[in-house]
């Protein structure tokens, strides 16, 4: 049971986490126009993505 609870937590925190990434990746709602990216969330450019090898 231990190991339901412990998948469960690591699904929510990776979930919480990747929706939180695309969210500020994404456009903004309306009113939100103005918010500031947080700085821990990378870049996506097609430039930074031909540094990195990533071809989604």
């Known amino acids: 049971m231990v190991i339901f609870w412990a998948l469960m937590a690591a699904g929510l925190v990776a979930g919480v986490t990747l929706g939180s990434i695309a969210w500020y990746s994404s456009k903004k709602p309306a009113g939100w126009e ?9 870049k996506m450019t ?5 540094q990195t090898g990533d071809q989604g």
């Open 46 to 50: 097609p430039k930074s993505l031909e």
């Open 34 to 42: 103005g918010a500031e990216t947080p700085g821990w969330v990378r």
